[in-house]
């Protein structure tokens, strides 16, 4: 059996790029089919992503702090696990939420086709749908938001149930006695600290020289200290270049920088290696649709392809694959088929990395300006010298700002120790906003808070931080 439907827009894929696209082309009065395989939007973010991990990070921190609370005069007794409970506590999770944007799907009238769609021409996809059946759809435009997948190594990574992914990392079915995580990134980290406040002797290997590339050495050294004690250990440029499936468990063998090579036997192999975007058997080939030497789709600020009728976003088009960063593409995309006057050119996309403590950026980071070779001027106030901090016996933190000593501009900022992805965006709106280190500075911040922190080294700039002594040099 087939079915026919027309409609003005068909958004491929219903992850927070996808959804968010089709919810507001929707608010916006356009007649909108969302195509996805699963019940609820929501895609790997929610299902397999950003979501179920930060539930379990939650948790991890959770018994990090009945650990430390022994210095504050509490003492809890070592923390059982029922695996069963926190498996459920997680799926709940991931339930609310997808059934939650069901409901919001529903209550704008979204047409769902259960199932993947696959191009045939610029105006017609075919649906495969979950119940077996087909569909042929006509449309107007078209938004291609399919996501990414993890990406492996071929003829590296065997085929066994010892190799995990992130998203077999993320169904919590096991907790390893021994553990590798390969890629010292930010999945990698924030994964592998779960396990290892879970009870796992966790290793992580890097081929790079230090581990979460693209944020400040200063910003990670600073996680990396506080982190250390929960890992047997992290091996940077260092890397994987054998596996062996044993009785025993998996043998990998490594590669230090030297050329000498060793091996260890784990339990589990945690690859996040990096993604891969889902760009194959969705009918590229029959589209005017360009795909660049790194396998993503080429887009104008408008999120246009060279399909004028098609647009794409999210991790299809490119790094960084943040959700954030696929649901403003979105909406630009929505907004330029409406005919407004919209493009997708933003002066920063804050990253953050959820470990405990955690750590953020955005902005011009400081290494990129000397790369760049160009003069700023950078400011770090050490949470040593917050107040809040130390109520919270936080005082593992460091606000950094990264300004134009010619301007006063703020260009960039970075933030590690707890709530650092909170922190952040206040530096977004700084940097978006062409924000003065002024600004910064005569804005009240609360007391005690760790925002004080970003306005203090705003005030380092001036050299008249309240609590730092550290005249500006001229």
């Not at 948790?59 to 459920?88: C, N, Q, S």
Request: include cysteine; aromatic fraction near 6%; proline fraction near 5%.
């Amino acid at each position: 059996m087939s079915e026919n439907h027309k409609t003005h827009l068909a958004v491929i894929g219903a992850g927070p790029g996808g959804y968010t696209a089709a919810f507001l082309a929707a608010d916006l009065g356009m007649d909108v089919t969302l195509i996805d395989p699963e019940e609820n939007p929501g895609g790997v973010c929610l299902y397999r992503g950003c979501i179920p991990s930060k539930a379990l990070l939650h948790v991890a921190k959770l018994i990090e702090e009945t650990r430390e609370a022994h210095k504050w005069g509490v003492t809890f007794a070592e923390p059982k696990i029922d695996l069963d409970k926190l498996r459920a506590f997680k799926e709940g999770v991931v339930n609310r939420l997808t059934q939650g944007n069901g409901m919001l799907r529903n209550q704008r009238k979204i047409r769902h086709l259960r199932g993947r769609g696959r191009f045939v021409s610029p105006t017609r996809l075919e649906v495969d749908l979950h119940d077996g059946r087909s569909a042929a759809l006509d449309f107007t435009y078209a938004i291609i938001a399919t996501g990414s997948r993890p990406f492996l190594i071929p003829g590296l990574i065997p085929d066994s149930k010892r190799i995990w992914t992130s998203t077999g990392a993320l169904r919590m079915e096991e907790i390893p006695q021994k553990m590798l995580v390969m890629g010292g990134g930010v999945i990698g980290m924030e994964l592998g600290s779960v396990y290892a406040t879970l009870g796992s002797k966790v290793s992580v290997v890097e081929m790079l020289p230090g581990i979460l590339p693209g944020a400040d050495l200063d910003l990670v050294r600073v996680l990396q200290k506080s982190m250390a004690p929960r890992f047997e250990t992290i091996m940077t440029e260092t890397k994987v270049v054998a596996m062996q499936e044993t009785s025993k468990g998996m043998r990998v063998t490594m590669e230090r920088k030297d050329g000498s090579t060793f091996e260890e036997t784990y339990d589990k192999v945690m690859v996040t290696i990096g993604r891969k975007p889902n760009t194959e058997s969705i009918g590229l080939e029959n589209l005017n649709v360009r795909i660049n030497d790194k396998g993503f789709i080429d887009t104008d600020i408008q999120m246009r392809t060279d399909e004028p009728n098609i647009f794409a976003i999210g991790d299809v088009v490119g790094n960084p694959m943040l959700a954030h960063k696929a649901s403003h593409e979105g909406q630009t995309a929505v907004e330029v088929i409406a005919g407004h006057k919209a493009a997708f050119e933003p002066n920063t996309i804050p990253a953050v990395v959820y470990t405990d403590p955690e750590l953020a950026w955005c902005g011009l980071t400081e290494t990129e300006a000397q790369a760049q070779g160009r003069r700023v001027s950078v400011f770090r106030f050490p949470w040593a010298a917050s107040g809040r901090a130390i109520t919270m016996d936080r005082t593992d933190g460091l606000t950094k700002l990264i300004i134009d000593p010619e301007t006063e501009r703020v260009l960039g900022m970075g933030v590690v120790g707890a709530g650092a992805g909170e922190l952040i965006a206040e530096g977004v709106l700084a940097v978006e906003m062409a924000a003065l280190a002024g600004d910064l500075k005569l804005s009240i911040h609360p007391h005690p808070t760790l925002s004080e922190t970003v306005m203090e080294s705003a005030e380092m700039f001036f050299g008249t931080s309240t609590h730092v002594y550290r005249p500006r040099r001229r």
